[in-house]
């Protein structure tokens, strides 16, 4: 295995993927490195959630080549559950199990382990997110949208895959609950040396959290590196995005 392709979680190689007449990923190429938080910006409708689906192996490609921890993905993945967890955009917790038989979910689908085991696990990934351990008991609907997003987060730690794929995390969130979101996120990758591939229109989070940002349009990745570089961009789409009058504003604020 040469050194370069060890520096990568992800790599995707001239990736092609549509729907009917319609092509969402053009010739797509995108390197993800090991242990970075990559924010994925891109319009409505641009092909964020199909590159991600794509990733892991959701959504069939037409054409070109996905890496992930240096093993292809395609037809079916094996082991994928322990190489990736994933926080879908509306946390998507199972409502008629409690908090503690959603974080034991994937446990129980992908080990054999005696339930006095799940339930310290459960616990401990809980205590991970910034929850307590009375917290297990309470079914989803009596969560805030901060705390049904930290029991998803939970869950997909529960197997401690190496990558996180986030789907726009603080969508939903107050200021506040966003910025302790972000933060966690950040302390998660930096004790447990996580890769997190996160999509987002959160400034704040691009701004703050991610080590670099990828940004997409017509099919492709446009733009990346760290904000201040895209800042920079000269491509029409990205200047727009971030120059516009409300991005300016906000970046005002932030200063
Ligand atoms: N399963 C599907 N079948 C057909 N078309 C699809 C499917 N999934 C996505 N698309 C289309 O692919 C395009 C990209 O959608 P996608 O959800 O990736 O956008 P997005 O960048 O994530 O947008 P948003 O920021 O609004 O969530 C859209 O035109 C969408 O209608």
Redesign the pocket.
Known sequence: MDEQQEEFAIRVRDLVV???R?T?LDHLSLDVRRGEILGLV????????????TIIGL?PRWSGAIEVMERPIGGRTQGAATTWGILF?QGALFSSLTVRQNVQFPLRENLVLSQELMDEIAIAKLEMVGLRAQDADKYPAELSGGMTKRVALARALALDPPILFL??PTSGLDPIAAGDFDALIRTLQRTLGLTVFM?T?DLASLTTVCDRVAA?ADGKIVAIGPMRELLQSEHPWVRAYFHGKRSQMLQHEMR
Request: hydrophobic residues 40%; proline residues 0%; neutral net charge.
């Open positions: 549509g729907f009917g319609q969402v891109g319009a409505s409708g641009g092909g964020k959630s199909v590159l991600m689906r959504i955009q789907d726009e999509v229109h997409l």
